[in-house]
């Protein structure tokens, strides 16, 4: 059974795949590339989500759409207005604010059951309007409470807070404030935003001329002001609602000593909604104690036995060396660029995600000059100028940088800036971000996801992925994983329910294709330096042979810019120490063997001419020493056969072999042999040497003045600095 998740009126009719509505139309498949997308689109300029291309464009696309048909089992939409609940005020802000006639399927069950009177926990998938469902239910509440109690818009101030969200991350907060002040406009409510990053003093004073309806903020400021001001805490001790959003993440991880805190001071009859696409079984009890233990309703629109992913994002993995991610990248983002422009005419929004601020910093700046402008536009106060004119791509390609390290201000603009990119011009936009950007966060018409190596849970990589195909939207998510990160794929099949497929257009033979194309344009290149008799000449596939003239080109231009690439060996080792860091604190981490874990990440340096591992922060040698013994003492328990079989190695042995080789991680520069032949020996015959084209002549690159500026300073102390917990959104430390 295949299920489409869709917003606005009609029906979808069995096996023709097709919308019928009054006033909308839409339903679409369509061949792109080799690949078949299925699309389903309401055609209506005015509507935010009246998607790609023009009325005309849409058209000549739609003529595949009887290509796939298949069993839907379609909620049907309808209409905000014929459920007779929803006051005049707001009917007249969703249609002027938002242009949204009908209610999606989770505000649909939301505005059922309204006038909603207790405890709610709401689930429902990435992108399908769960901010308007709880802001909805939450509004009507008050308007109703306004209207006993006789308050209008113009009567005496209203100090006690109507409605508290409390949100993981800032953008997320100014998100649902501004849908909210939207939502609003006609009742004439007052919206105060508590985030942090912002000067304090200056929220205070401007809530204390405000009415207090709606508050929305970020845990820790929220809890600091209500702490600390005694105008904010008369207001919050009376909160009618309080709703966390993403709250599995809040209440699951980072936050839970805010949260917990936020429940304990607000009044015992408040009503609370938790909201999330994902609400793991830990969450359920933790909610438990949200709800002052008293009886909640769920409303899941999940159906059982369906992933948390919605149909129309369609999912795949590249199974790639982190010495190559550049080049798959390269070649991913300009196949998914020219896709979007020949078969929609319109420019790409892509979203990348790494899991610490450092990779997020040296990955921007890799794609920056690979695809973008290679200047710095997205600096606080920069102006915003044309993207790129760069390789195939004859449109601007605009890249962006956010991280929970940037300042407030320049987290604001980027985050505006990469919102606004539209869907209808031929420029596309790329955003290099961590897991700030993960939840929540609505960048509309985002077309492809990229996400680099595991994510935190397989929560996270659903949420990661919920930034593409919203609305109703198709959307494409990869996930790069090395060959020690593919327990994740297994551990999603499980979880999920879903199998995620190798990369179509990018499949296994076209990246070892690339691959030999690189080694020749390197070994031509260095033919003078590089000692013949040490490169070896890898055995090809025919395949191989044949595509590999055709990738020559694509490859030169690849490298060509990858050579004004400038990345100084303490920030690459800051990555690489900082990659360790994350590995340790995730769910898969228990799953993956950890001196294969060691051997692959050790590959993100070699992009940078790096062959050595730099030495570990001692905490951090010690979180591994403690995972291997504990993984050994699993293994001898489970299975004592095969161990002894092994030899009695396990993974001890492969650990300590790298770990005692590479001198406990304490000096760089004394293994060099060893580390090289080891990737020469792991990287397809020799890529991973000759990939080091790089002069690696430390203080070469030193002098090279590339410098990620001064906050590579604070990153000294390496893994735990660069690691470290620092704001009240930065989740839990790796943005
Ligand atoms: N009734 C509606 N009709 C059309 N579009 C809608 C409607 N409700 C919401 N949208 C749009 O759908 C998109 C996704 O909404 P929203 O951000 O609320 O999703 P979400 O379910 O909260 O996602 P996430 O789980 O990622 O937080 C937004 O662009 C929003 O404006």
Sequence with gaps: MQRISAIGKGIIRRGSLRWNATGTRFHESRLVGSVLFRDIQIIKPQDTFALVGSKKQFRANSTLAQEEEKDQDVYQPVSFKE???????????????????????????IIERMPINGDLMIKAKTGTGKTLAFLIAGIEKLVQEYQEKKVDGRGKKREKIGIMVVSPTRELAFQIGEEARRLTKFHGFDVSMFVGGEPVVRQLREYRYKNHDIVVGTPGRLLDVWENSNLFRESADQTKILIFDEADMLLDMGFQQEVDKIIRLSPKDRQTYLVSATMSTKIRNVATEAFGKKDFEILDCVEKGEGNVLQNIKQSYVSVGWDKHYLAMYSLINSHIKKM????????????????????????????????????????GARGGRGGRYGDNSDGV????????????????????FRAHGTNNTDSAILVTSDVSARGVDYPGTSFVIQVGVPGSVEQYIHRIGRTGRAGKQGEGVILLSEADQVFLDTVEKEQKVKIPHNEDLDREMLSALSNAYNDVVAKEKKDDVDQADHEEPVLTEIELNEREKYVKEVQKFKS?????NIDDESADQMYTSFLGFYTSTDIMSKINPSLLLTHLAKSLLPFGIVDTPPLPRALRETFDSIITKKNNAMRRQNSTNYNRRGGGGFNMGFKSNYNRNDSFAGKNSHKNFRGKNFRDENNAGFGESYKFRDNNASNQRGGGYRSNDRNDRHKGGYNSGYSRNDDDNLYSRK
């Design 398 to 417: 605009f890249v962006y940088c956010l991280h929970g390290k940037k300042d407030q201000v320049t987290r604001s603009n980027i985050s505006k800036r």
């Design 561 to 565: 810019k990858f050579d004004r690439v």
């Design 83 to 109: 459920y007779g609940k929803i006051d005049q005020k707001t009917l007249k802000a969703l249609k002027a604010e938002f242009g949204y006639e009908n209610a999606t399927k989770v505000q649909n069950k």
């Design 341 to 380: 422009k020949d078969e929609l005419k319109r420019g790409a929004k892509i979203i990348v995600f790494l899991p610490t601020t450092k990779s997020v910093q040296i990955y921007y700046e890799v794609l920056n000059t690979l695809l973008g402008t290679g200047r710095h536009d997205d600096r606080r």
